[in-house]
Structure formats: C-alpha cells, structure tokens
C-alpha cells in the first residue's frame, strides 16, 4: 500500500512535462541535479540555526540592546490564585463583565481587583522591547547576509537579466554550488523560523505567518525537486530584499531613533511595493506563467507552482494593504501603533497608570535589569513581518 502511494506521488505526469521522466534527472558526468533526498538535510539545519539563534540573540544582540537603551521592564505580577489561572489558561484572556462578576465571587476578590489581576497577567505574557528587538536583530542578520549571498550568487547569471532564460534547456540545467548552499540556507531558516513560531513575539497576522512559511517551504521544496531552481533564486531575492530594510527599521524604533526609522520606513515601502507588486508578479509569475507554455504543455507541476506564487502575492497584497494603512496615518499625523500589533501594549499602559493609582504601596519606577525604569516609559514597536511588518511610531505615541 505504501508502495503503492509512493509511486503515485512521485508519478513522472504530475511533476514533470510530458515526454520527461525522473530518468531525465539523473547525475550524469557533465550535470548534476538537486535530489528530493538532499532536503533532509534542512532539519538538522533549522536546529543549528535555533542554536546559532540562541547564541547571537544573548552574546550579541543583548548587549547590543543595552548599549542602545533598550532595557527590559520589570511587570507587576499578578498574585497565584488556581481560580482566575484556570480561566486564564483554558477559557478567555478577555473576559466580558458577566465573566468577572461570576469570577469575583468565585475568587472571593471585588471586580475591580479581578480585572487588575487579568491585566498583570496578560503583562506577564507581553514581550518586552528586549526580546523584540533580539528577534528582530536576529532576522536582519540573516536577511542582510542572505541577499548579498543571493547577489554573489545570481549577478552573472544570465536569467538574472533575462528571465526568459530561465527555461532554456530546461530541465536539463545543471545545479550550482552557489545554487545549492543559497536554497538549503534559506530553507533552513525559514523551518527554524516555523519551528520557533510558537515562542516568537506574535502578532495579529499569526496565521498568515504560519500559511507564509508553510507556503515558501512547500514551493521551494517543489521548485527543488522538479529543477525550477533559476526561478527559486530569483524568487527568494526578491523578497530578501525588503525585509533587510524591514528589520533594520524596527530595530532603530525599538532603539527610539526615530527620524532614522522613519527614513528607512519610507524607503522600506517603496522597495515593497516595487519588489512584490511589480517586479514578483509581472516579471516572476509571468515568467513562470507564460514562458514555460513555450516549451511544453500544462501539466499538473505547472499549475501547483503557479498557486503557491499566486498565494504569496496573496500575502503581500494583504501586508501592503497594511502598509499603506500606516503611510496614511504617518503622513497625517495619526499614527497610534502597529496595525498588526496586538492590543497588549495599550492595555499594558492602562494597568501602569491604574497600577500607580490603585496600589499604594506601589512606587513610580520599577526596576529592570538594574536600572530604574519609569512605569509609563513605552518603546516602540514593530511587528514581526517575514514578509512585511511596519512601522515607525510619531513621537505623539509614546
């Protein structure tokens, strides 16, 4: 039955074109192809990216932090009680008033003091600044090398002028070494990034996060096993491009530079509209839309490869959408948060202004990595986009 299901999956008419067969593919003396098999090797990969991650986000991203001003904020925490943690955990993080009236006199606290508690306890989940900011250093790091490595790699090919040629002699094209290591590096990341989504900062567009990665992995990993490796490299250094200029943004937000950011939002915004509207649509999806028809029928292979890129465009369409929101509101002077961040921190300055009032015993500054940090200080924030994030903050937020 395996067997069976094995030999239907790989079955030649579904992935390749007609009169094309896996014969077809097959290290010969003057060629070598990418083998399915050779993916494998992106698992092991992803962990040592976790592990080089872990690395450079506490030996350097860290004391890069601190010695721009970034520290972390001390929370109030919120008091044990088993009553209002089992609602927390298995019912609702926002509970509607009738829920805090039932909790008030299951918990034997007053209302007011059941709706402080649920406030400390989504701070205590809130990533700080730090751990954005060590993130987001992370990825800059790797976007930043990945597209001078891609430029390196793609900028005496001649399908980096003319994609025209990237079907000629298809499939019959030989695999670079600069090919591989770009694809299996750039694979590799994007699994470590979906392997540590989970305990990354989250955002409100989680789940297109989640369809984005699953989407790269899935297109990259078909354009390696039919040999659409050209267009692959192509594919990936269109996008590498502005999430350099994304991450290195947020990162001067969280460091509060704020006219550098804002400069480097503007110039982030027209390298996405540039690079994922026009550019991947009209010359990558109609290079693979319309040119491969020059050289052999439709076939299975042909239309799957198509979707997946039209769902990336998909994606973008979405994140520029949100992008535009914010250039609208930075333009006009109404900018109030991250259009993809979710509510927490807006919550998180109600409960230090409410906190400092309510709790006598409370003082005005809490203490944060040895240092006294003022309970209303806010940094700026970005969310986290692989593909897009957005935004600088005005000085009229925080």
Same mark, same amino acid.
């Given at each position: ?250 990162? =001067? *937000? ?6 550098? @950011?804002?400069?480097? #939002?503007?110039?982030?915004? +027209?390298?996405? !509209? %540039? ?29 799957? =490869? *198509? ?6 465009? @998909?994606?973008?369409? #979405?994140?520029?959408?949100? +992008?535009?929101? !914010? %250039? ?71």
């Amino acid at each position: 039955m395996f067997d069976t299901l094995y030999d239907w999956f790989w079955w030649d008419r579904i992935w390749l074109p007609v009169n094309l067969t896996w014969a077809d593919l097959v290290d010969k003396e003057d060629r070598v192809y990418a083998k399915a098999s050779d993916l494998y090797v992106t698992v092991p990969y992803a962990f040592v990216f976790l592990l080089l991650r872990y690395l450079f986000e506490n030996w350097v991203a860290t004391p890069l932090a601190v010695s721009a001003g970034i520290r972390q904020r001390a929370h109030l925490k919120a008091q044990d009680n088993p009553i209002l943690e089992l609602y927390y955990t298995t019912q609702c993080r926002h509970p509607a008033q009738a829920a805090f009236d039932g909790l008030s006199k299951k918990s034997c606290l007053s209302v007011r003091q059941v709706e402080r508690w649920f406030r400390r306890r989504r701070n205590q989940d809130h990533p700080g600044v730090l751990k954005k900011f060590r993130e987001v250093c992370w990825r800059f790091v790797f976007y930043l090398l990945a597209f001078i490595g891609g430029i390196a790699a793609l900028y005496d090919k001649e399908w980096f002028y003319d994609t025209r040629e990237v079907w000629t002699g298809f499939p019959k094209q030989s695999m670079l070494e600069s090919q591989y290591w770009y694809y299996i590096l750039e694979m590799s990341f994007y699994a470590s990034l979906l392997f540590s989504i989970t305990f990354d900062v989250k955002r409100k567009d989680f789940k297109e996060q989640i369809i984005h990665h699953l989407a790269t992995l899935v297109l990259l990993s078909f354009s390696w096993c039919v040999n659409y490796i050209r267009i692959g490299t192509l594919v990936m250094l269109v996008h590498d491009a502005s999430d350099v200029l994304l991450e290195s943004a947020k990162l =001067f *937000n969280y460091a509060k530079w704020e006219k550098t @950011c804002q400069s480097l #939002f503007v110039v982030f915004a +027209i390298v996405f !509209m %540039v690079t994922r509207l026009i550019i991947f649509p009209f010359w990558l999806i109609h290079c693979t839309w319309v040119y491969p028809l020059h050289h052999y029928p439709a076939f299975f292979g042909y239309y799957f =490869f *198509n979707v997946l890129l039209v769902v990336l465009l @998909c994606l973008h369409i #979405f994140w520029a959408y949100l +992008i535009l929101r !914010m %250039v609208r509101k930075f333009i006009f002077g109404t900018m109030t948060g991250d259009e993809r961040s979710e509510n927490e921190e807006e919550e998180e300055e109600e409960d230090g202004e409410s906190s400092q009032t309510e709790d006598e015993g409370v003082g005005q500054h809490k203490l944060g990595n040895g240092h006294a940090v003022d309970e209303k200080d806010k940094s700026g924030c970005f969310g986290c986009l692989s593909p897009p994030e957005v935004i600088c903050r005005s000085k009229t937020v925080y």
